[in-house]
């Protein structure tokens, strides 16, 4: 998932994600905001990093929606 935050961050659509991985660009978001669902979940839990609610924004904020670019 950090490789599809870091195409994100570079440009790539949800599209173009989706179609690396095999599969649609809904499938690729949904996959991905389950992901950053369970980092929050994570977060503060003994031997677990997770993010923090500033780190699910911003998070949330790479990831958009999936029809955005």
Known sequence: QLTVRAARVA??????????LGTSKQAAWEA??????????AYGKPGQMGFDEADVAEARAVAGEPEDR
């Open 11 to 20: 440009g790539a659509s949800w599209s173009q994600i989706g179609a690396a």
């Open 32 to 41: 991905h905001t389950r992901w950053i669902d369970a980092q929050r979940e």
